[in-house]
């Protein structure tokens, strides 16, 4: 996002806007960022269950983990497509009502967006003036209205197909790590927890640059919460295998 310049009445040129933000509404953030600690967390906590439950059987723990990753990756992929492309056919739908009510009835459209902005605190003759100007164009005024009511921006819906790919890859990148050793030949369980644990504590510390948490916190609380799914499940997995069951 490039840094905006704005030339004050009077002054003697552009001063630039000394901050910039992140973009918080893409339709990709959310579903990656989920996909990844959805992927980290439940496939460590598998493979930990099935290595206590099968007295560390490597094939057995490989072959939970591919169908844990392969099952969940189509999983979450399926569920972010159904979730946003349902949030975004939703708001189409209201954004089509505004449409059709402002066609139909533009004089109360308009004098409704000036009531919104004079309870924002503007005059209420230019409140008036500026909803009068902004209802010229129907798509500007089905715009404005969409956001100041509602909160949506028609030309920014998030895509269901981003969204289900992103979710897609960052699961699977995600549950790929606690398999890393076992796919390169190790035997033992603790490579792999030493490896994802590290790897929930970058991504806790990433995602913490976007929020007001320090890295360190998001790092650490990412990376117990994952520790604690992990012995719950090498909990169960140990049960079952005493039992006989596994």
């Known amino acids: 996002m490039s840094t905006a310049e704005v030339t004050p009445p009077g002054s003697p040129g552009p001063v630039g806007i000394a901050h910039e933000h992140a973009d918080v509404t893409g339709g990709w953030l959310r579903p990656a960022v989920f996909g990844a600690m959805d992927g980290l967390v ?11 439950g099968t007295s560390g059987s490597s094939k057995a723990v490989v072959l939970a983990g591919l169908a844990g990753l392969s099952a969940g990756a ?5 569920g972010e497509y159904t979730s946003v492309a349902s949030q975004s ?3 189409e739908r209201e ?3 505004e449409r059709l009510e402002i066609q139909n009835n533009n004089t109360a459209e308009t004098l409704e967006l000036a009531g ?7 005059d209420r003759d230019l409140a008036l ?12 005024a089905v715009a404005v209205h969409a956001k100041e009511e509602f909160g949506i921006d028609p030309d920014d819906l998030a895509s269901p197909t981003l969204a289900a790919v992103s979710s897609f890859l960052a699961f699977a ?7 890393v050793p076992y796919l390169v030949g190790g035997s033992v369980l603790w490579p792999a927890l030493v490896l994802t644990f590290v790897a929930l504590f970058a991504c806790g510390a990433v995602v913490s ?17 994952g520790a604690a799914a992990a012995a719950l499940t090498f909990g169960v997995g140990s049960a079952v295998g005493a039992s006989g069951l596994g």
């Not at 439940?42 to 206590?52: C, F, I, K, Q, T």
């Not at 990148?173 to 398999?179: E, F, K, S, T, Y």
């Open 209 to 225: 640059q976007v929020t007001v948490r320090s890295w360190w916190y998001g790092g650490l609380r990412q990376m117990l919460l």
């Open 95 to 97: 954004i089509a009502k």
């Open 42 to 52: 439940s496939n460590v906590a598998l493979v930990a269950g099935v290595a206590a």
């Open 116 to 122: 919104m902005y004079a309870r924002k605190g503007i």
């Open 129 to 140: 003036e500026v909803a009068r100007q902004i209802h010229q164009d129907v798509d500007t």
């Open 74 to 78: 189509f999983s979450m992929a399926v």
């Open 173 to 179: 990148v995600g549950a790929l790590v606690p398999l």
């Open 89 to 91: 056919e939703a708001a």
